[in-house]
């Protein structure tokens, strides 16, 4: 609903001197601040009755769109269902009044909840260790890293500083590594999107800290070549790194820690559910694999005889206040403990089933540049038919009128037009269904009325946005609306 009495701008309903409550005067002294400190003139905020405060803001959050509304199928982000049961865990009081620094013994049960999870998630990757400090995917790589660096450098092994990344890695792994202070050097994909590994083995020397490698990769292809990787990289000393962002193909099938790698993160906000993008909030654990456990970052929550207890090294990296994004913590266990032991393992079957499905049932209108199975995402290179000058943009857009969020779009950067679609596997086939006939309808309309597609979307609260001039001359206060 597009309501004009509420606007699009809190500005625009603003009054002169109304207000949304009024407090008595309790006659207590206020405090005053340093005359420095003060404003020149008054604040330019709006003046609002409470109930239009509520009414524009409900509002124009049913503008937005989200895995509760529709299907939602954001390649290489993961947007699968979030349980209500998991927000509900979360809230409680016990959980959601907690202090970082209230002592261990009152907060046994937080703590416990902690040590189990770092507990799961060594199990499901085969690794042995975990810390849930990090606070993102790209906080994890990093911290990831710096275990690395700081293994290499307790062998007094100082030249290694470099990092092989896959040219079609995701953009967090080059930048983790320079913001770790180490060098990117970057090694080519083979056609299929895979690793070039002759490639690779002229990339390899002693100066070789570690290599990222996600999988299955960013064309969610499974890599085939990780063992014959991994010695090489071992081979001259460096470490294997997993980029765990979407492990939902994985779960249940295989793990990282029994193909080679030696260290990895996963996100916690993409593969065990809860609710993402805006950026935030996130969590990133690291896992190491046995031999690396002294790295890991502190605090770490430790169990003796059933006792849960916060373990600070000083002498241990630190990436952070506390124990990272607890909230996130105590609904990715929830997910995994409303699975269950049986269920978990259908994650990652029914995440590819899912995908293989739309995949084979588009690919005669979408092209489809790297055949073969794929795991739980796939990218077309946009419509097959070309020559209707209908773009994935366009396609993106139509979408939206039919009730659908757009699959990611233009990454990765491999194809001019990528389409990249990931419906994970909390979707139902009718939902499936209904998105591969929308996208064939879409595909017809390209055929017969381009500029009906080309022009979408036709039933949002905005229509089609230009996306140079937003991002040239953005308009960022109300001011310039005004003027
Ligand atoms: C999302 C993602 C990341 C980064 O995670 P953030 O939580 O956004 O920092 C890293 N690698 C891959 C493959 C991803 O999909």
């Not at 090489?232 to 492990?247: I, K, Q, S, T």
């Not at 190491?288 to 090294?313: H, K, M, Q, S, W």
């Not at 943009?393 to 950067?413: C, E, N, Q, S, W």
Request: proline share 6%.
């Amino acid at each position: 609903m597009n309501n004009k009495l509420y606007g699009n701008l809190i500005f625009e309903l603003s009054h002169k001197g109304r207000r949304g409550y009024s407090l008595p005067d309790t006659g207590i002294a206020t405090h005053h601040l340093p005359e420095a400190l003060c404003r020149e003139s008054e604040a330019e905020l709006p003046e609002c009755d409470e109930l239009t405060v509520v009414r524009h803001y409900t509002n124009l959050s049913a503008n937005n769109f989200g895995v509760n509304n529709g299907f939602y199928p954001l390649g290489s982000c993961t947007m699968k269902y979030n349980p209500a049961i998991n927000e509900e865990m979360a809230a409680l009081p016990g959980f959601a009044n907690l202090h970082p620094l209230q002592p261990a013994d009152t907060c046994q049960g937080a703590l416990e909840v902690y040590y189990n999870l770092q507990r799961s998630l060594a199990a499901l990757t085969g690794l042995s260790e975990f810390t849930l400090n990090p606070f993102a995917g790209a906080h994890g790589e990093l911290t990831g890293l710096m275990i690395i660096r700081a293994y290499h450098q307790s062998r007094n092994d100082d030249k290694r500083v470099k990092v092989i990344v896959p040219d079609s890695a995701h953009g967090t792994n080059p930048a983790s590594a320079a913001v770790c202070g180490l060098e990117v050097v970057e090694v080519k994909s083979r056609a299929d999107g895979s690793v070039d590994v002759e490639d690779l083995r002229g990339l390899l020397d002693d100066g070789v800290a570690a290599m990222m490698m996600t999988n299955p990769n960013t064309l969610g292809m499974f890599e085939r070549d990780i063992p014959e990787i991994a010695r090489l990289v071992h081979e001259c000393g460096g470490l294997m790194y997993y980029d765990g962002a979407n492990l939902n193909p994985m779960l249940g099938v295989c793990r990282p820690g029994d193909m080679g790698f030696d260290v990895m993160h996963i996100n916690l906000h993409k593969t065990f559910s809860t609710p993402h993008g805006g950026g935030g909030p996130g969590s990133g654990p690291v896992g190491v694999r046995a031999g690396l456990e002294a790295f890991l970052p502190a605090p770490r929550v430790v169990c003796e005889d059933g006792t849960y207890r916060i373990e600070n090294d000083g002498e241990a990296i630190h990436i952070g206040a506390f124990l990272g994004n607890f909230a996130v913590i105590i609904r990715a266990y929830t997910y995994i403990l409303s699975l269950g032991h049986e269920n978990v393992r259908m994650v990652g079957p029914l995440a590819t089933l899912n995908a293989n499905y739309i995949k084979d049932s588009l690919k005669d209108l979408y092209k489809l540049p790297i055949e073969g199975r794929c795991k739980h995402e796939f990218v077309f290179d946009g419509l097959a038919d070309k020559s209707t000058g209908v773009t994935t943009m366009d396609v993106a857009k139509r979408l939206l009128d039919y009730g659908y969020h757009a699959p990611t779009i233009y990454f990765p950067l491999l194809f001019h037009e990528s389409l990249m679609i990931e419906p994970t596997e909390s979707e139902s086939i009718d939902t499936i269904d209904g998105f591969i006939e929308v996208m064939r309808r879409i595909a017809e309309e390209a055929a017969t009325d381009p500029e009906l597609v080309k022009s979408a979307p036709h039933s949002t609260p905005i229509g089609r946005v230009d996306d140079v001039l937003a991002a040239k001359r953005p308009t960022l206060t109300v001011k310039q609306i005004q003027s």
